[in-house]
């Protein structure tokens, strides 16, 4: 799991950022934003993927980064994740940042069963990569790219 964010060509197709609190309405603004937007890109035949990779992240910061973040806080004091598209001709970039320090914890050994621990595997195995960089001063940014190329 790489711990830098991949470089982007200059010239990026399109892009698109949202910053949501950490509650049940701001999961709902995930997946609507993330359906609205591949779907102006034309990208709707990666959706599906996409939103569920977008999803976990953001469950996973939600779940254990914002209780212990001290700062980053919305209008209504829960903590906020910001979330960004970034659009290459081959490829899609989901990139969800958090208030806190501590990296994700990537765990495949747990059963298929358990409720709690698997989303990480789930952006494991719908995207071609992901990883982690630090977001200095304070936080992180836990990324996945997914290929833009139609099923085969």
Do not use: Q
Not at 90 to 109: G, R
């Amino acid at each position: 799991m790489p711990e830098t964010v991949p470089r982007l060509p200059a010239a990026l197709s399109a892009s698109a950022v949202l910053s949501v609190e950490c509650s049940r309405e701001g999961f709902a603004r995930v997946r609507s934003f993330t359906r609205d937007t591949l779907h102006v890109w034309s990208l709707d035949h990666r959706c599906d993927d996409a939103t569920l990779v977008i999803t976990e992240l953001t469950a996973n910061a939600a779940t254990h980064a914002a209780p212990r973040a001290s700062g980053a806080v919305g209008v209504a004091g829960a903590p906020e994740i910001r979330l960004g598209f970034l659009l290459d001709p081959t490829y899609l970039l989901v990139t969800v940042s958090d208030p806190d320090d501590h990296p994700p914890v990537y765990a495949p050994a747990g059963s298929s069963l358990e409720e709690h621990g698997r989303g990480l595997c789930i952006v494991d195995a719908l995207s071609e990569e992901w990883g982690w960089a630090p977001s200095p001063p304070a936080g992180k940014t836990v990324w996945a790219r997914l290929s833009t190329c139609p099923p085969i």
